[in-house]
């Protein structure tokens, strides 16, 4: 029997917080904090027939969104890191 080789990707949401810049345009992404453990976790398979990585994509933005409204946002960003106080 055939052996197909393809990759495997594991995939983790980490809740995060980044201050806006001086114009409030953009973000300072110098001050991303991140936390510490994943809200949100899957794995998926990349490379096998049939499958294009804009398919990937899609589906990544679709699960994670679907995910967030099943946990509801509030929920999910009530981990997100804060900065320290200067």
């Not at 990759?7 to 949401?13: D, P, R, T």
């Not at 589906?59 to 679907?66: F, I, T």
């Amino acid at each position: 029997m055939e052996r197909v080789k393809f990759l495997y990707v594991e995939i983790k949401v980490y809740p995060a917080s980044v201050e806006r810049d001086c114009g409030g345009h953009g973000y300072d992404w110098d001050t991303v904090l991140v936390a510490k453990e994943p809200i949100l976790a899957t794995d998926t398979v990349i490379g096998l027939s049939g499958f294009s990585s804009d398919e990937l994509q899609s589906a990544l933005e679709e699960w994670v969104d679907k995910e967030l409204l099943k946990k509801g946002r509030e929920l999910a960003y009530q981990n997100c890191p804060k900065a320290p106080e200067k």
